[in-house]
């Protein structure tokens, strides 16, 4: 078949506007499906702020370590009044010691007539508390003065409970029943194992 002159331009010319043709319709259809513009997650002014609040806490943390760690001293301190032992009879052996100790140095003597050790116990997570009790028999300014002497000792010891009978008319003397708490580190308490009841 003889094509003229006239069909053979119609067809080149036909064959570059297929060419444009496609070559558009690539172009176009590349920027619908990946060519699209991504919004950023969050503004540079929001990222700003969150990096001036991250700059305020750090500067806020060199005091806060400062208070850490006097905090830390001031605990280490305290806890040097912990009645120490390797078991919590030794803790309360100690305690005895210094109630014992107390008595004698006080003018006139007192002497302690009947020492009962009670059951250990939990005083929180970090602690535990040994309780003594001591009978005795003074005048009321007696107890005053040992339950003072008590107060300042360096150990951390507190009177729980005082109890008292009627005096005795002629000498002022009473019975006394006190009960006194030391503190101890946790490890001398065991933990009561949560019974199971079937």
């Not at 305020?56 to 850490?68: D, F, H």
Request: proline share 5%; aromatic share 6%.
């Amino acid at each position: 078949m003889n094509l003229g002159e006239r069909d053979k331009r119609a067809l080149i010319l036909l064959a570059a506007g297929l060419a444009v043709f496609f070559i558009v319709f690539l172009a176009t259809r590349s920027n619908e499906s990946g060519g699209t513009v991504v919004q950023p997650i969050e503004s540079v002014d929001r990222l700003r702020k969150q990096l001036d609040r991250q700059r305020q806490i750090a500067a806020t943390l060199p005091a806060k370590q400062e208070i850490y760690k006097k905090v830390s001293n001031e605990l280490t301190e305290r806890e040097k009044g912990l009645l120490t032992g390797d078991t919590a009879a030794q803790a309360q052996a100690r305690l005895v010691q210094i109630l014992n100790e107390v008595a004698r140095n006080q003018t006139p003597q007192l002497e302690i007539r009947q020492t009962e050790l009670g059951q250990p116990r939990r005083f929180s997570d970090a602690y535990g508390e040994v309780p003594v009790s001591i009978t005795m028999d003074c005048r009321t300014d007696q107890l005053v003065n040992f339950m003072a002497f008590l107060s300042v000792q360096p150990e951390l010891i507190a009177t729980e409970q005082v109890s008292f009978a009627a005096s005795n008319a002629k000498t002022k003397m009473m019975p006394v029943r006190l009960t006194v708490t030391g503190l101890v580190p946790s490890k001398l308490v065991p933990e009561k194992k949560a019974s199971t009841s079937f």
